[in-house]
């Protein structure tokens, strides 16, 4: 089956530091996302990016944040200056285009997650 | 985007049905009810997705009822491996800017006992 591989697991930074975090969607899909999840808390959206954009975007989302696709396959959500509160599983999603109507209708497939812990 | 209220936990023995309810009053005419599971440190899982009537497939049936103010996912015979978190989501699953951009609620916590 396939599936959204993200890395790294985990990643430990000082606040501050830029991070990326990086995911490598379903081949033949067209829409990706990243959502992160506080522990214990809820799953939240970030941002979603189709056609080389943002097509959406959350308030989480700040100048703290942008997100690349540089080379065709991997999806990147960077963080340029970390804070304690970024502390997350970050979550990357891919979906594809299903023609209306489908029971499959943009069907979310996430990666495992990176943990993110800010110092 | 429709607001979904579902138990916050439930308990269940392995081997019953379990039947989570999902309240999506207003609920749009495009709107499409997804299900998806989480189990702990793991990314959202894809359950099941309907719009209306009842949809069956290998791991769960969905039953939605005339009016969609609600809807049911029901969960044959569970196991241990069923211990995990289910969210409810509504929105317009065929636009990318649609259920898809929503934050998940807290879904229900399933918990199996042996």
């Known amino acids: 089956e396939p599936e959204v591989t993200q890395t790294p697991s985990h990643q430990v930074t000082q606040m501050g530091q830029e991070v990326i975090l990086r995911c490598v969607p379903i081949s033949n899909h067209l829409y990706f996302y990243w959502y992160r999840q506080i522990l214990g808390q809820k799953v939240e959206f970030l941002v979603s990016?189709?056609?080389?954009?943002?097509?959406?975007k959350s308030e989480i989302f700040d100048d703290q944040f942008s997100v690349e696709r540089p080379d065709g396959s991997n999806f990147t959500l960077k963080i340029r200056s970390t804070k304690l509160e970024d502390s997350a599983m970050y979550f990357c999603a891919s979906s594809e285009w299903a023609e209306f109507p489908s029971s499959g209708a943009n069907v979310l497939t996430f990666g495992a997650g990176s943990r993110l812990t800010v110092l | 985007l429709a607001k979904t209220t579902q138990p916050i936990s439930m308990d269940s023995y392995e081997g019953q049905e379990v039947n989570i309810t999902c309240s999506h009053n207003n609920i749009a005419t495009n709107d499409y009810i997804t299900w998806y599971q989480q189990f702990p440190s793991q990314g959202p899982r894809f359950i099941i997705q309907?719009?209306?009537t009842k949809v069956t497939n290998e791991v769960a049936s969905l039953f939605i009822p005339a009016d969609r103010k609600s809807s049911t996912l029901s969960l044959p015979r569970v196991s241990l491996s069923d211990t995990a978190v289910y969210y409810c989501?509504?929105?317009?699953?065929?636009?990318?800017?649609?259920?898809?951009?929503?934050?998940f609620g807290t879904g229900t916590k399933l918990q199996v006992i042996p």
């Open positions: 309907g719009y209306k």
């Open positions: 989501l509504v929105g317009d699953a065929m636009n990318s800017g649609g259920y898809q951009k929503v934050t």
């Open positions: 990016f189709y056609n080389n954009e943002i097509s959406e």
